[in-house]
């Protein structure tokens, strides 16, 4: 099984490259989930047609109780794609993370890999590995591999690099490992240079090139992936063609 975090700075494009991703998955055939680490719950929108999950945070704010089923907490996207959202704790009130250590502990007594029994799970990830909330997918077992979304952007490269820090202090307990890092393109003056350094530094390699593309935003605009809007486009054969690698991976180590 795929078990994939996907990290990087807030704004950076995550959601996008883990919802294009998990698309593109879905579309070679395979059954995923994708988990929305973020207070925002925005993780699956682009699934859903705009049509958003119910967090799990906010279901237990509102029925003053844990849900009973999965069915309650999710909703089943493009491809099959089931999208599950933990949210986050009243705003200004409660700690971030401990909703997606909530949401964990809730998805395994609801036993969700065992009645689902995906072919890929991904976890989108809120910004730098804060606290231990955030570093769940990645101490806890969840995810096996880890995917650093960035740009050539110095705030970018500096969350990136935090990332790669904090996933190396867990190397010796046989966590996740980064697997590379997903250049989602902003355009600025000698970006690939300056990826190319950070990942030459780290000793891991460019694992997918997503251009700047207005197919992405217009499709986004409609709450769909670029792979559901147009599969022939750059963009969306950039992500197929790093789901497809993914899943070679997986087959020969499995």
């Excluded at 973020?38 to 699956?44: E, F, G, N, R, V």
């Excluded at 355009?187 to 460019?206: L, W």
Aim: with cysteine.
């Amino acid at each position: 099984m795929i078990k994939l975090a996907i990290y990087g700075k807030g704004g950076i494009g995550k959601s996008t490259c883990t919802a294009n991703l998990s698309a593109a998955l879905a579309s070679l055939g395979k059954r995923v989930i994708q988990i929305g680490c973020d207070p925002k719950a925005d993780s699956t929108i682009n699934l859903l047609r705009g049509d958003p999950v119910l967090p799990v945070m906010d279901y237990m704010r509102q029925y003053d109780e844990e849900p009973e089923s999965i069915e309650q907490i999710s909703k089943v996207g493009y491809g099959g794609v089931l999208c599950i959202e933990t949210g986050g704790p009243t705003p200004g009130l409660g700690c971030a993370g401990r909703g997606i250590i909530t949401t964990f502990s809730l998805l395994e007594q609801l036993d969700l890999f065992g009645r689902y029994k995906p072919d890929a799970v991904l976890y989108d990830v809120l910004g730098d590995v804060v606290c231990g909330g955030f570093a769940a997918p990645i101490r806890e077992g969840y995810a096996e591999q880890v995917l650093i979304v960035t740009s050539g952007e110095k705030m970018a490269l500096y969350a990136a690099n935090n990332i790669w820090q904090a996933v190396k202090n867990f190397e010796d307990r046989s966590y996740a490992k980064v697997r590379g890092v997903i250049l989602n393109r902003r355009n600025v003056e000698r970006e690939e240079e300056k990826v190319r350094a950070f990942t030459d530094k780290a000793g891991i390699e460019i694992t997918a090139d997503i251009p700047r593309s207005d197919d992405i935003i217009r499709y986004e605009d409609m709450g769909m992936t670029c792979v559901e809007g147009d599969p022939r486009c750059e963009a969306a054969g950039r992500f197929l063609a790093l789901a497809k690698t993914l899943i070679d991976e997986d087959e020969r180590n499995g």
